[in-house]
Nanobody, 124 residues
Framework: QVQLVESGGGLVQAGGSLRLSCAAS????????MGWFRQAPGKEREFVGA????????YYANSVKGRFTISRDNAKNTVYLQMNSLKPEDTAVYYC?????????????????WGQGTQVTVSS
């Protein structure tokens, strides 16, 4: 089993920055991927970005490319989502997720493990 715990959400003004953390426990990853998704009220959960665990290659949704950066700390088994130049439309609950294989990273249904989510609110 894998447990994922997000932290770092909060309220920030437009143009500001936040860094989310996702700490994984219960199982170490040598393959697979960690993803970030978000869900705004009344909308479907959408892909934000992902990092392949073995290669560290990152993938981003077009809406966040150039503003968000995913990184990881192997020693801490933690993945980070650095969010810069935040916009009101980035407001959502952000979830980290894990999957055992680094394919089809964009689909939420491919991820078997999820964190509890953390709220990010960007005021205009």
């Amino acid at each position: 089993q894998v447990q994922l715990v997000e932290s770092g959400g909060g309220l920030v003004q437009a143009g500001g920055s936040l860094r989310l953390s996702c700490a994984a426990s219960g199982r170490t990853f040598s393959s697979g991927a960690m993803g970030w998704f978000r869900q705004a009220p009344g909308k479907e959960r959408e892909f934000v970005g992902a990092i392949a665990w073995s290669s560290s290659i990152t993938y981003y949704a077009n809406s966040v490319k150039g503003r968000f950066t995913i990184s990881r700390d192997n020693a801490k088994n933690t993945v980070y989502l650095q969010m810069n130049s935040l916009k009101p439309e980035d407001t959502a609950v952000y979830y980290c997720a894990a999957k055992m294989y680094s394919s089809n990273l964009y689909a939420a249904t491919e991820y078997g493990y999820w964190g509890q989510g953390t709220q990010v609110t960007v005021s205009s």
